[in-house]
Nanobody, 115 residues
Framework: QVQLVESGGGLVQAGGSLRLSCVAS????????MGWYRQAPGKQRELAAS???????TYADSVKGRFTISRDSAKNTVYLQMNSLKPDDTAVYYC?????????WGQGTQVTVAS
């Protein structure tokens, strides 16, 4: 069994920064892709950023230049540094990891950006 635990969400003023963390534990064999998705009220879940096991990153156009995803493979951890936050970034952020055994999700962490 695999568990993903996120941390780092909260309330921040527009223009501020937050850093999300997600650590995986349990029966981990190989993590191929780590990612952060987000879901705003009334909207579908969307990819914010992802990083492969060789460090290739992908970003949604709406976060390019403001968000940075990174990973510490030794710690089975993925981070999302979010700068210049906007009210439109308000959402529940979910950690996702694609492993050899399957696709796993965290419980989500709320990010609220006040204008």
């Amino acid at each position: 069994q695999v568990q993903l635990v996120e941390s780092g969400g909260g309330l921040v003023q527009a223009g501020g920064s937050l850093r999300l963390s997600c650590v995986a534990s349990g029966n981990i064999f190989s993590i191929h892709v780590m990612g952060w998705y987000r879901q705003a009220p009334g909207k579908q879940r969307e990819l914010a950023a992802s990083i492969t096991n060789i460090g290739r990153t992908t970003y949604a156009d709406s976060v390019k230049g403001r968000f940075t995803i990174s990973r510490d493979s030794a710690k089975n951890t993925v981070y999302l540094q979010m700068n210049s936050l906007k009210p439109d970034d308000t959402a529940v952020y979910y950690c996702n990891m694609l492993m050899t055994w399957g696709d796993y999700w965290g419980q989500g962490t709320q990010v609220t950006v006040a204008s």
